[in-house]
């Protein structure tokens, strides 16, 4: 692979359930980035990482969670998921927080 | 707050050019990029700018004014292919990027 995948593509999910969406990239990144878009609003910036071990809140943080147990990979978990959360996940990775941002495929998150 | 303004929806006619404006408002500037993204994919990156002045790239150029906190892009020689959303960002003081909702782009026949 060359980039950074995502995966599930798409999801129905109960509310109250947990869900683990998963992002991977490939391109040894140091910083990895979780955002959601939603119809008329601009991304926005859940959970970011700066290098593999930290992480830091970013706009909209609340019922998500993060971790970054190394550098290609950065899960996004929700704990207990709610309708407001549908929306679509993008994942992106750069090289440095100062750097172009490249985006995965994207997952759509629908909780009913 | 941090504020980033672009218009909703523009329409042009293939083969024409078409500037799209950014206006933004944010806590400290670290550079301004446009991306591009078609319905139902990710977003790809266009341009870069940090300094003030115009970047071309191909068909695609973008301009910043620091001092106005003001942006554009122009897309020259449209094609049916550029139908797509144009975001634009800002890298904030906190190296954090604040996004644009982005600028709908339909091209004509």
């Known amino acids: 692979i060359a980039g950074i995948t995502q995966a599930p593509t798409s999801q129905i999910l109960a509310a109250g359930r947990r869900m683990t969406l998963r992002c991977t990239q490939d391109?040894?990144?140091?910083?990895m980035y979780w955002y959601r878009q939603d119809l008329g609003l601009g991304l926005r910036l859940i959970h970011y990482s700066n290098t593999a071990g930290t992480t830091g809140k970013g706009e909209v943080p609340d019922g998500y969670s993060v971790s970054r147990a190394n550098t290609d990979d950065f899960p996004l978990t929700l704990a207990s998921a709610v309708p407001s959360q549908t929306s679509v996940y993008f994942c992106?990775?750069?090289?440095?927080?100062?750097?172009?941002?490249?985006f995965g495929p994207g997952t759509r998150l629908l909780v009913l | 707050g941090q504020n980033i303004d672009q218009p909703t929806e523009m329409t042009a006619t293939e083969g024409a050019i078409v500037q799209i404006n950014c206006t933004y408002q944010?806590?400290?500037?670290?550079?301004l990029f446009w991306y591009q993204q078609h319905a139902g994919e990710a977003p790809t990156f266009l341009s870069y700018n940090v300094l003030d002045g115009l970047e071309e790239k191909g068909r695609f150029s973008s301009f910043l004014s620091r001092s106005k906190g003001y942006s554009y892009l122009l897309l020259k020689e449209l094609q049916m292919k550029d139908s797509a959303s144009y975001l634009c960002a800002v890298l904030d003081s906190n190296y954090q990027l604040i996004w644009g909702a982005g600028t709908k782009l339909i091209i004509k026949p």
């Open positions: 391109m040894r990144h140091n910083a």
């Open positions: 944010t806590s400290g500037f670290n550079g």
């Open positions: 992106a990775s750069s090289n440095s927080g100062t750097e172009t941002q490249y």
